[in-house]
């Protein structure tokens, strides 16, 4: 079955510094990604998504990265501020089309240091 | 708009009782779905439905029932309650088929004691 898994479940970073999230997926008919954020105590919060024809896409200060022949995806957090720190969850969905069943990762806990 | 509206915040049942997660969005939305989280982890999909009088079993489907009467409103029922289902309760809420981003209420805390 679809399995989506994280490679780290803890990362601090430094304030300012970049930041890479990674993500390993085995369902190779996946074709969307897509990354949430969750802080404490909150319901997960839409980042940034990716089909599968794309190899990167970018947003504000955050960049997803899809690598279908190792199926991997990360997501990079440009410059990274305290309101960064949270779980963040990368997502897939084996179709694009009909009721999109998402399977989640585990999570990675980010913790941005002062 | 209040987005996903999801009641109660938190909840403590004995085993054996049974209670509704109310799920409620004003977006208009046709696709609805609820998750558990468990310590941890990562969201498993319980049910979802695809418009009103339309469900379907996700993952982790046992123990739990859901209903779709209306657009609006997606409940999940507990029958039966037992500690495994013990977690964290979300629902969130999607357009239609060309747009992707499901929507998050802010999940619902349930101990089965």
């Known amino acids: 079955g679809e399995n989506v898994g994280l490679h780290l479940p803890t990362l601090s970073v430094q304030e300012g510094d970049n930041s890479i999230i990674n993500c390993a997926y085995s369902?190779?008919?996946?074709?969307?990604f897509i990354w949430y954020k969750q802080e404490s105590g909150k319901g997960p919060q839409f980042i940034i998504d990716?089909?599968?024809?794309?190899d990167k896409r970018q947003g504000q200060r955050v960049t997803v990265l899809l690598n279908k022949t190792v199926k991997h995806l990360s997501l990079q957090i440009a410059a990274t501020q305290p309101g960064d720190s949270a779980v963040y969850f990368c997502?897939?969905?084996?179709?694009?089309?009909?009721?999109?069943?998402?399977?989640f990762g585990q999570g990675t806990r980010l913790t941005i240091n002062p | 708009n209040a987005g996903v509206t999801q009641t109660p915040k938190f909840r403590i049942l004995k085993i054996g009782q049974s209670m509704t997660l109310q799920c409620a969005q004003d977006?208009?939305?046709?696709?609805m779905y609820w998750y558990r989280q468990d310590p941890g982890m990562g969201l498993k999909l319980i049910y979802y439905?695809?418009?009103?009088?339309?469900?379907d079993k996700g993952e982790v489907p046992n123990g739990y029932n859901v209903s779709r009467s209306t657009t609006e409103d997606f409940p999940l029922r507990l029958e039966l309650a037992a500690p495994s289902q013990t977690s964290v309760y979300f629902c969130?809420?999607?357009?239609?088929?060309?747009?992707?981003?499901?929507?998050f209420g802010a999940g619902t805390r349930l101990s089965v004691l």
């Open positions: 997502a897939e969905n084996p179709s694009i089309q009909g009721a999109q069943k998402l399977v």
């Open positions: 990716i089909r599968s024809n794309m």
């Open positions: 969130a809420s999607r357009h239609r088929v060309d747009q992707n981003i499901q929507y």
């Open positions: 369902n190779s008919a996946s074709d969307y």
């Open positions: 439905s695809v418009g009103a009088g339309i469900t």
């Open positions: 977006m208009n939305h046709n696709y």
